[in-house]
Each structure stands twice: as structure tokens, then as C-alpha cells.
């Protein structure tokens, strides 16, 4: 689980008529050291990068509240997977949300704060499974162009979202249907 912005204007004046006001909002992201106006995009992938769920929502909102409402308005995600482990970020970080999960039998395995607690035992492998989520969002900015959507609307944001998920979905299964040895490459797709 992960989140990343998607930027939908630049200019002011572009913020003032857009018809995403009240939808989008002003986000700051900190691997770009930059505010936006826009949305966030939370991804949720199996261990091979391919999205399982996903939801745009006002930067504002916390990714927790987020991964919560994924869960409970998709309820199969965890029938169909008992003992459904989610790797996270430190944002994730909430006792509420600990509890939330474990009601639900689902685990979330987060890094620690270096100044709270001892790391849970599994927490040294999470850094190189972190790198898979972030390598789908960048998959999702720099060959399938998310940040350039062009999306005007509500619907047009969605839409254009949701086809580019849907073409890394695609290409991932083409992928494992004739054997690539790396599934999550797009190079063979790109002109």
C-alpha cells in the first residue's frame, strides 16, 4: 500500500475554474519537496505489482482513513485472502488502525520509528518489498504518463486514472502469460 500525488493544475487561475474544485485540493509531497493541486492516488498490489485496488482521494485526507475505507468497501480483499499481510510506509503508523485491521484478521507490517519500540522481526526484509510499490508508481508516472492525465472532470480524472492501471495490469499479465522473466517491465511496450 502506497500513495502518490496526481498533480491536476499548475496556475491559480487554472485552480480558480476547474471543475475539480471541492474534489481536489492542495497536497504537499515530500519525495518532490513540493506542494500540488490535485489528488492522491492509493495503490494496493500483490508482491508481483499487480494493482489490486485503488482510490483517489483529497490529499488532505490521511492515508490511514483511506486504507480503511479500501477495506471496508471492498470487503472480498479479505475473504479472498486470509491472513492478508499489508506492507506500508510509516504514515500508516495509528493504534486505531492496528485494531481496525486485526478485527478484519488482516496484518500490517510497517517500519518503526528508530525512537519507539524494537523493529518487529520481519521489518529488515521490508525495504527491498517496499521498493516494488514504488516502482509500480513509477511505472504509472514515467511510461504511462500519469502525471500528465489531462483529465478536466471528475469523470475524466477517474477515467484516465483508471486506463493507465488498467494498461499496467494488462501488460503485467501478458507479462506472466508468455513467460518474461521480469512481469512488471512496460520496456517492450514503450515507444
Keep these: 500500500m502506497d500513495s502518490t500525488p496526481v498533480e491536476c ?6 485552480v480558480k475554474r476547474s471543475d475539480l474544485a471541492g474534489w481536489a485540493n492542495y497536497g504537499y509531497c515530500r519525495s518532490h519537496s513540493r506542494f500540488y493541486w490535485g489528488l492522491k492516488l492509493h495503490l494496493v498490489c500483490t508482491p508481483a505489482g499487480l ?3 485503488w ?12 486504507l480503511a475505507a479500501l477495506i ?6 479479505t475473504t479472498a485472502r486470509p491472513g ?17 485491521l486485526a478485527a478484519r484478521g488482516i496484518q500490517l507490517l ?15 526484509l521490508l525495504k527491498t518489498v517496499r521498493q516494488l510499490i ?4 513509477d511505472t504509472l508516472k514515467g511510461q504511462l504518463d500519469l502525471e500528465q492525465h489531462g483529465g478536466r472532470t471528475i469523470e475524466g480524472v477517474g477515467v484516465r486514472v483508471a486506463q493507465r492501471i488498467l494498461a499496467m495490469t494488462c501488460a503485467i499479465w501478458h507479462n506472466r502469460t508468455i513467460g518474461t522473466p521480469i512481469t512488471r517491465s512496460l520496456i517492450a511496450y514503450d515507444h
Design 72 to 77: 471496508d468497501n471492498e470487503p472480498h480483499l
Design 110 to 124: 510497517r517500519p518503526s520509528y528508530r525512537n519507539r519500540g524494537t523493529p518487529q522481526p520481519a521489518e529488515a
Design 134 to 137: 514504488e516502482s509500480v508508481n
Design 55 to 66: 482510490a483517489l482521494a483529497d490529499p488532505k485526507i490521511d492515508e490511514r482513513q483511506v
Design 9 to 14: 493544475a499548475r496556475s491559480r487561475e487554472t
Design 84 to 100: 492478508l499481510l499489508i506492507l506500508a510506509d510509516k504514515g500508516y503508523i495509528a493504534a486505531e488502525l492496528d485494531h481496525f
Design 51 to 53: 494493482p489490486v485496488t
